[in-house]
Structure formats: C-alpha cells, structure tokens
C-alpha cells in the first residue's frame, strides 16, 4: 500500500479535516460576528408624540418639519449622551441626578395614587382632628386657611424714648399708678402723646404689627384680658397695655373649608402611599451601614423587622 493510501485512511487526518470543515462553516455562518452588537437606542412614534406635546405647551403652536427634525435630533443626541454618561459611571454619587430621580419616583408615585374622592366621612374625620389642635402659628390662620385669625381689644399708654430718659422706669412707675387708679383708662396723663390710637377694638395681630412691629403684637397675643401690664417694648417706643378681649383663632365652618379638606386628604394619601413604598423597598434592599452609622438608621432597620446588612471590611468606602 502506498504511503498516499495509508495516509488518507489516517484517522488524525479524518479528524483535521471535519474540523477544519466546521470552523470554515462556523466562521461563515457568523462572518462579522466579532464585532459586539452595538446597544440600541430606540425611538418610537410616543417619543415624537411627546416632543410635539412639549413644543405646543410652551409655544402654543406645533413645531414645523424643520423645528421637528431639530427637536427629534436633540432628544437623540441627549439619550446617546445620558446613556455614555452612565456607562462612564458620572451618574454615581451625584447629589442633583439623585434628587431628580427620587423626585421622579415621587412624581410617579403621585400619578398612582387612589384618585377617587374622599368620601364624607373622611372629610369629617379629617375636619374633627382640626378641632382638637390649635393653629401652631399665625400662617396657619386667615382667609386662606382653615382658622380664623385670633382677634383682640386693647388700650395702650405710650412712652416716647426721645423725649424720655428712661422709659421704660416710667412706664413701671406709671404702671403701679394706674394699677391703684382699678381698671378702664388711667384718669390722669401718664404717658405721652402717641403717635397711634389709644384702643383697639377686635384687631389681628397683623394689623397690630403694623402700628406697634411684629415683636410687640406677638407679645400682647400671649397677654390674657385684665389689668395693666408692661412695659412692653415696640418699634415707636414703650407702652403699658390692658387687654379687654380676646378672641382666639377657630376652625371656619365645615362647608367654608371643604376644599381645604380634600386637598389635606389627598396630600395624607400622598404621603401613606409614600411610606408604603418606602418600606417595601426597605425590605427589598439591603442597607449596609458601616459600625460608625449603624444607630442612624437603627429606627430604620426596626420599621422592616429584619438586621442589618454586615459590611463588607474589604470593600471600597
């Protein structure tokens, strides 16, 4: 047999040869396959359906073929460098991409929340938990809330700084006379002539502050009706004050504050809807304090009923 016939009936060439066969096949099949598929970055009709929406609202027009070609390109060229910048990692540790991203993430939670109304009831409950608890400050109170403004009734005695060495020592001294003298006005002139009136009648504290200062009339608020006292400091000088009436701030009729109602019911659903969220995502992720921060969020790790995650030593900061 020749050396020819010998060396085609080797099983080692048999082998090369089916090889070679297969990897001419495969090289074939997937000829440009070497090269990684690009990432893909798609643009659906919704896209230019919401570029057109957001021209229209600022320029109360559509935009043009050209505008639309510009806006589209734009909208590319900002996906393509948002998508790079997260490959590059610029997104981490970004206090304004995290703010942004957890305001979207409120925003969404807003647009699922319950959107049907309030029942009565609610609005009642809502509306007696109001009554229970006093205004906590002034911008609480007046037209646009769900408190009247507190009113009050008062006479003054004024006390000039500029003509006066000592104010204030006279207005003590003039106290202890008219506190002799019982209630109503003093009978003799202990004071100055004042640039203001001498009583008023069922004013707010808004209107206090604008003849007295903001100081003053938060102080004579604090005063309950009886006799004289002072001195009390304002922004025209020394005063001695009787307060005959006051009205405290109370809730406005049911009717008169519905839309109120309904507003604060929406917003508590708002905000249970919130921690809901918050919770679950608690228990879905692992907060991994280091042993220098752990009893910050101790209170955190409570809420969700399960321990902490240990760091890990090796870890990067």
Same mark, same amino acid.
């Given at each position: 047999?020749?050396?020819?016939?010998r060396?085609?009936?080797?099983?080692?060439?048999?082998?090369?040869?089916?090889?070679?066969? *297969? @990897?001419?096949?495969? /090289?074939?099949v997937?000829?440009?396959?070497?090269e990684?598929?690009?990432?893909?970055? &798609? +643009?659906? #009709?919704?896209d230019?359906?919401?570029?057109?929406?957001?021209f229209?609202?600022?320029?109360?027009?559509?935009?043009?073929?050209?505008?639309?070609?510009?806006?589209?390109?734009?909208f590319v060229?900002?996906? *393509? @460098?948002a998508?790079? /910048?997260?490959?590059?990692?610029?997104?981490?540790?970004?206090?304004?991409?995290?703010? &942004? +991203?957890? #305001?979207?993430?409120?925003?969404?939670?807003?647009?699922?929340?319950?959107a049907?109304?309030p029942?009565?009831?609610?609005?009642?409950?809502?509306?007696?938990?109001q009554?229970?608890?006093?205004?906590?400050?002034?911008?609480?109170?007046?037209p646009?809330?769900?408190?009247?403004?507190?009113?009050?009734s008062?006479?003054?005695?004024?006390?000039?700084?500029?003509?006066?060495?000592?104010?204030?020592?006279?207005?003590?001294?003039?106290?202890?006379?008219?506190?002799?003298?019982?209630?109503?006005?003093?009978?003799?002139p202990?004071?100055?002539?004042?640039?203001?009136?001498s009583?008023?009648s069922?004013?707010?504290e808004?209107?206090?502050?604008?003849?007295?200062?903001?100081?003053?009339?938060?102080?004579?608020?604090?005063?309950?009706?009886?006799?004289?006292q002072?001195?009390?400091?304002?922004?025209?000088?020394?005063?001695?004050?009787?307060v005959?009436?006051l009205?405290?701030?109370?809730?406005?009729?049911f009717?008169?504050v519905?839309?109120?109602?309904?507003?604060?019911w929406?917003?508590?659903?708002?905000?249970?809807?919130?921690?809901?969220t918050?919770?679950?995502?608690?228990k879905k992720?692992?907060?991994?304090?280091?042993?220098?921060v752990?009893?910050?969020?101790?209170?955190?790790?409570?809420e969700?009923?399960?321990?902490?995650?240990?760091?890990?030593?090796?870890?990067?900061?």
């Amino acid at each position: 047999m020749s050396q020819l016939a010998r060396l085609l009936r080797e099983p080692l060439l048999h082998f090369l040869l089916i090889g070679a066969a *297969l @990897f001419a096949v495969y /090289a074939w099949v997937n000829r440009g396959g070497s090269e990684a598929a690009a990432p893909q970055v &798609r +643009l659906g #009709q919704a896209d230019v359906r919401w570029l057109q929406d957001t021209f229209r609202a600022q320029y109360q027009r559509d935009p043009n073929p050209e505008e639309l070609k510009s806006l589209v390109r734009d909208f590319v060229k900002e996906t *393509l @460098f948002a998508r790079e /910048a997260q490959a590059l990692g610029l997104d981490k540790d970004d206090i304004v991409v995290r703010r &942004r +991203l957890a #305001q979207k993430m409120t925003f969404l939670l807003q647009d699922n929340s319950p959107a049907a109304a309030p029942s009565e009831n609610d609005l009642h409950r809502l509306y007696e938990a109001q009554e229970n608890r006093p205004p906590s400050s002034e911008a609480e109170t007046g037209p646009q809330t769900m408190f009247t403004r507190p009113r009050i009734s008062f006479a003054q005695i004024y006390f000039s700084r500029e003509h006066r060495a000592d104010a204030a020592a006279d207005a003590r001294a003039a106290l202890q006379q008219v506190s002799q003298a019982g209630s109503g006005a003093p009978t003799m002139p202990v004071g100055d002539p004042a640039p203001m009136k001498s009583e008023f009648s069922n004013v707010d504290e808004r209107t206090v502050g604008n003849d007295f200062g903001a100081k003053f009339a938060a102080e004579i608020f604090r005063l309950g009706p009886g006799p004289w006292q002072g001195p009390i400091m304002s922004a025209r000088g020394v005063h001695l004050v009787q307060v005959t009436a006051l009205i405290p701030a109370k809730l406005k009729p049911f009717d008169d504050v519905r839309d109120q109602l309904v507003e604060m019911w929406r917003a508590q659903v708002q905000r249970e809807n919130e921690d809901r969220t918050f919770l679950s995502l608690l228990k879905k992720y692992q907060v991994v304090p280091d042993d220098s921060v752990k009893e910050l969020i101790a209170a955190l790790i409570e809420e969700t009923n399960t321990p902490p995650a240990k760091a890990d030593k090796g870890a990067a900061p």
